[in-house]
């Protein structure tokens, strides 16, 4: 029971940090940003913050990993069961559109503070998890550093379509997801 209330206690306590953060960064960027003052906003103490994060840049890092976590998920469920067919690429993607189109504020955050390269570094990291789970043994990859291009490009080119759907607000999530499918 105490590793429960312990988790949820460290899972309250990082909500209440990123939570404080955000609606900081909506007012200054982050240089101006101070940890004393996420940690009065958040209603915590700096030993407290330091036992969670070591910078303030690490919060929004820690957050993008949630946001990003969720979503390949659904990416990675038929890879785990040893099918690498991506026959759920447009429910995923839709997965993944429906996830940020609710984290709008947070993306409009990314925008206006140029953080769009934590968000691709993110994208790459979870997109070269994906191709592990696909290859099993990345020993297989002849050229390492084709590699490296494959998952920038996969990575931009999610991000692109991100950036479109969030920026114009035309689409929905599921005709996002479409053109995302149609792109690969």
Known sequence: MANKTGNRLTQKTKKALIQAFLALLEEKTIDKI?????????DISRPTFYAHFQTKEEILIYYLDQI????FVEFRKPLLDGNSN???????????FEI???????YALIKK????HLVIDKLKKHHML??????????NVSNINHLNYFIS???YIFFGVLDEFLTNDQETPEKAAEI?????
Do not use: G, P
Request: include cysteine.
């Open 34 to 42: 101070r940890i004393k003052e996420i940690c009065e906003l958040a």
């Open 68 to 71: 990003l976590d969720s979503m």
């Open 86 to 96: 991506f026959s759920n690429f447009k429910k995923a993607s839709t997965s993944f």
């Open 100 to 106: 940020w189109n609710a984290n709008r504020q947070v």
């Open 113 to 116: 503070h140029n953080f769009d």
């Open 130 to 139: 994906t191709y592990e789970l696909i290859s099993k043994n990345l020993d």
């Open 153 to 155: 490009n996969i990575s």
């Open 180 to 184: 995302l499918t149609v792109l690969f």
